[in-house]
């Protein structure tokens, strides 16, 4: 069945690079893209941005410039990099997969940002 | 950017009541492919978010067919008809034709 876990460090200091792993199953990441989104505590879901089956990316605007997605295929994993943290990028990051819709998605991981 | 406006932000419903979820762009979402890429979501407390509904009103496997959606444009509705306890949670309509953003949610609440 499908399945995607996240993983990554739950405390990061400001301005430091936020390093994340989505390790999915039941699936090929050349046959369906993944997506990264936030939710900070209590708040609503944010795009972060998403790999397509084909390799490409497409990023939120406003995080553009500090984010890069990649991954690798052999191990069915995809990355999340953003760099310059500051304490609002404090929330829970889900990866999901894309099927026209973010139809699995995993249960979270928890990243917190402060001094 | 594409701003996705969901009324109301809090419902309050009994078991059984039928309860609509409106969502609104500041597009139109209908891609140039002839798709409507406009769907929603379930996410029931301390849980992931769940699909219920996509390309505006086709039903995820799995989920009861008391959830419907319709819909074109910029005019998005969520219906479910006969709210059941386990409906709790917040429901969010996403967009993917133009970029990805999420409307800001409706808590649906049981009385």
């Known amino acids: 069945q499908v399945q995607l876990e996240e993983s990554g460090p739950g405390l990061m200091q400001p301005s430091e690079t936020l390093s994340l792993t989505c390790t999915v199953s039941g699936f090929s990441l050349t046959s369906n893209g993944v997506g990264w989104v936030r939710q900070p505590l209590g708040k609503g879901l944010v795009w972060m941005g998403t790999?397509?089956?084909?390799?490409?990316?497409n990023y939120n605007s406003a995080v553009q410039s500090r984010l890069s997605i990649s991954r690798d295929t052999s191990k069915s994993q995809v990355f999340l990099k953003m760099n310059s943290l500051q304490p609002e990028d404090t929330g829970t990051y889900y990866c999901a997969r894309v099927n026209n819709a973010f139809d699995y998605w995993g249960q979270g991981v928890m990243v917190t940002v402060s001094s | 950017d594409v701003v996705l406006t969901q009324t109301p932000p809090t419902l309050s419903a009994t078991i059984g009541q039928s309860v609509s979820i409106s969502c609104r762009s500041s597009?139109?979402?209908?891609?140039?492919?002839?798709?409507?890429?406009l769907h929603w979501l379930l996410q029931r407390p301390g849980q992931s978010p769940q699909l219920l509904i996509y390309l505006v009103s086709r039903l995820e496997s799995g989920v009861p067919n008391r959830f419907s959606g319709s819909g074109s444009g910029t005019d998005f509705t969520l219906k479910i008809s006969g709210v059941e306890a386990e409906d709790l949670g917040v429901y969010y309509c996403v967009q993917g034709t133009h970029a990805l953003t999420f409307g800001s949610g409706t808590k649906l609440e049981i009385k």
């Open positions: 790999i397509w089956a084909g390799g490409s990316t």
């Open positions: 597009q139109s979402l209908l891609h140039s492919n002839g798709n409507t890429y």
